[in-house]
C-alpha cells in the first residue's frame, strides 16, 4: 500500500502561483510502470484529474484546460512529486490530492479509476 501525503496548500490571490507537494513511500517508485498523479474536487463538483504519468516518465498527461499553468514533476531521490500551479483563477479553488498506483505494467493510467492509493488532500484557496 503507498502512503500519500500533501502539503504546500494555502491562500493566494488570482494571478499567484503555489508549489504543492506529496510525499510518496518508496514502493509507487519502485517500478517504473507506476501511476503517479494530481486531482482536485472543488465543492459540489466531482473530482478531477489535473495531470498523470508513470514514474519513469517526464512527459505527464494534463487536463486540457489546465495544460499550460500546470505542471507535474518528480524528484525519486527526494521521494516527491510537485505539481507547480501559475496564473491561479478563483476556479481554481479546491481539495488537490496526489494519487499512485502500483503496476506491474505499462497500462492507460488517466482517470480517477485507475488510480487505488490517495493523499488526505491540501486545501488550495484563490481570491479574486
Known amino acids: 500500500q503507498v502512503q500519500l501525503v500533501e502539503s504546500g496548500g494555502g491562500s493566494v490571490e488570482a494571478g499567484g502561483s503555489l508549489k504543492l507537494s506529496c510525499e510518496i513511500s518508496?514502493?509507487?517508485?519502485?517500478?517504473?510502470?507506476?501511476?503517479i498523479g494530481w486531482f482536485r474536487q472543488a465543492p459540489g463538483k466531482e473530482r478531477e484529474g489535473i495531470a498523470t504519468?508513470?514514474?519513469?516518465?517526464?512527459?505527464?498527461n494534463y487536463a486540457d484546460s489546465l495544460k499550460g499553468r500546470f505542471r507535474l514533476s518528480q524528484a525519486h531521490a527526494n521521494q516527491r512529486v510537485y505539481l507547480e500551479m501559475n496564473s491561479l483563477e478563483p476556479d481554481d479553488t479546491a481539495i488537490y490530492y496526489c494519487a499512485a498506483d502500483l503496476r506491474s505494467e505499462r497500462r492507460p493510467c488517466t482517470v480517477e479509476s485507475d488510480f487505488s492509493d490517495w493523499g488526505q488532500g491540501t486545501q488550495v484557496t484563490v481570491s479574486s
Open positions: 504519468t508513470y514514474s519513469d516518465y517526464g512527459y505527464p
Open positions: 518508496e514502493r509507487a517508485y519502485r517500478n517504473k510502470f507506476n501511476c
